[in-house]
């Protein structure tokens, strides 16, 4: 597996080692965000596909527009095209209508003096015509048309090369194509583009206790909700997937899955064992197999996360609780992704600030995510907790619309106070 990485002995004055420690201080959440996107580097495949099937991929190249679009000079309402040069300064004007354009239909006449002609949206603009006056205004009699004073030289025209100019960039690499895109590559005819090839991602699960869809649960068995919650994510994301299954708490077993995830995926996501339990193996292995970067996070939920590398594969270990999952991905994996896939620039994720309804707990020293509910009131936006809040409660992120933000130095957070949100929605 060639994936394009630096080595993670650059990742700024982090310390590297094979070995994780129990001592080593946690990061940041914004430290391990740079750390992370600095490590990484955009895979460097890519492939020509159709329009179509470009939805969701990344340029590969900028894309020069082939020609002007619109390609002629048109109108932009139903109207008559008139030169206005002919209208007088005041009172009306009384024009000969000599001919009819439609969208696809031009006028292949000439406008001379004191003549008009009729026009429809997107019609070919008449030579010598420079202004459109549109149909509510005018009063036709026969073959005349009688336009009223106050028009203005150029409007209701839709200039060629107005939306996209011949030998301009239309899109620059880096741009994830999304409806807008494919719709503004179909307006220059370009039916094929170069994005960046996909990119792969093997996951598991971790855990003695998983029990996997359609089998009964013995005593002390749970299913297997995160590789889901992972598929969903991921598939949203255009990745390709690499289901690995559930891997029992056991060394060997989960040094041989990451073995094997390593040589087929660009990247590998596990979830579960990288706390400090006795069962917790996912960093030992990661750190004999390959280098663990940091594991220790200033965040709740989530302070257990691992990053590092397995062979040339980069590796997530999220934490076992759902809702620490979900949190780690939007916060640290999924912009990861997005750098890996050739997204540039990375989208912005937007705090907005909220009047918190109700008290909050916080304990000062590390950046909170809460699952939240955004609703308008009439003094602007306020939120409130979505649910009970443990980090293994997913109905709260289900229940919820963002994410309630409260950063590191903060403290607890009193009824009324301003809190900052991050939408759920855009966030995949
Ligand atoms: P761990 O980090 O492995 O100690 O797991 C923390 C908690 O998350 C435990 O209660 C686990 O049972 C639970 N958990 C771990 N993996 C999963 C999973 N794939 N689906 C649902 N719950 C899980
Ligand atoms: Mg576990």
């Avoid at 549109?134 to 004073?149: F, K, L």
């Avoid at 013995?218 to 909700?225: E, V, W």
């Avoid at 750098?339 to 707990?361: F, N, Q, W, Y």
Wanted: aromatic share 6%.
């Amino acid at each position: 597996m060639v994936a394009a990485h630096r080595n993670l002995q650059g990742i700024g004055s982090l310390l590297i080692m094979n070995s994780p420690s129990p001592s080593r201080p946690a990061l940041s959440v914004d430290a391990a965000r740079q750390a992370i996107l600095g490590a990484l580097a955009p895979v460097t495949g890519w492939e020509c596909v159709h329009l179509r099937a470009a939805l969701g991929r990344v340029l590969a190249r900028e894309v020069v527009a082939p020609c002007d679009v619109p390609a002629h000079d048109n109108s932009a309402m139903d109207g008559y095209a008139v030169r206005f040069g002919d209208l007088a300064p005041s009172g009306s004007t009384t024009l000969a209508v000599v001919g009819t354009a439609m969208a696809g239909q031009p006028f292949s006449g000439l406008v001379g003096v004191g003549q008009a002609v009729r026009v429809m949206t997107g019609a070919v603009m008449p030579r010598d015509a420079d202004c459109v006056v549109i149909q509510e205004v005018v009063e036709r009699h026969g073959d005349e048309v009688r336009v009223p004073a106050g028009q203005r030289r150029g409007q209701n025209l839709r200039r060629a090369g107005e939306d996209l100019a011949a030998g301009g960039v239309a899109l620059a690499a880096g741009k994830a194509l999304g409806p807008a895109e494919i719709g503004l590559l179909a307006s220059l005819g370009v039916g094929e583009v170069a994005v960046r090839r996909r990119l792969r991602v093997a996951f598991f699960s971790t855990g003695d206790e998983l029990a996997s869809i359609g089998q009964a649960l013995a005593p002390g068995q749970i299913y297997d909700s995160n590789r889901y919650t992972l598929f969903g994510a991921l598939t949203r994301l255009g990745c390709e997937l690499l289901d690995m299954g559930v891997v029992p708490d056991e060394p060997g077993t989960l040094e041989a899955a990451l073995r094997q995830a390593s040589e087929q995926a660009d990247v590998i996501l596990t979830s579960g064992g990288v706390s400090v339990g006795e069962a917790d193996y996912i960093k030992d292995v990661m750190g004999r197999l390959g280098e663990v970067a940091f594991w220790k996070i200033e965040i709740k939920p989530g302070r257990p996360m691992a990053f590092g590398r397995v062979g040339s594969a980069w590796l997530f270990g999220l934490p076992g609780n759902p809702v620490a999952v979900l949190v780690t991905f939007y916060q640290f994996v999924q912009d990861a992704l997005l750098h890996l896939m050739g997204v540039s620039p990375l989208p912005a994720r937007p705090l907005l600030p909220a009047r918190s309804l109700g008290r909050l707990r916080k304990i000062p020293g590390r950046r909170e995510f809460l699952r939240g509910r955004l609703t308008p009131q009439a003094d602007g936006w306020a939120v409130e907790v979505a649910g009970a809040q443990g980090s293994g409660i997913l109905r709260s992120m289900s229940d919820a619309n963002c994410f309630i933000v409260l950063e590191e130095t903060r403290g607890d957070v009193a009824a009324g106070d301003l809190v900052q949100v991050q939408l759920f929605d855009g966030l995949v």
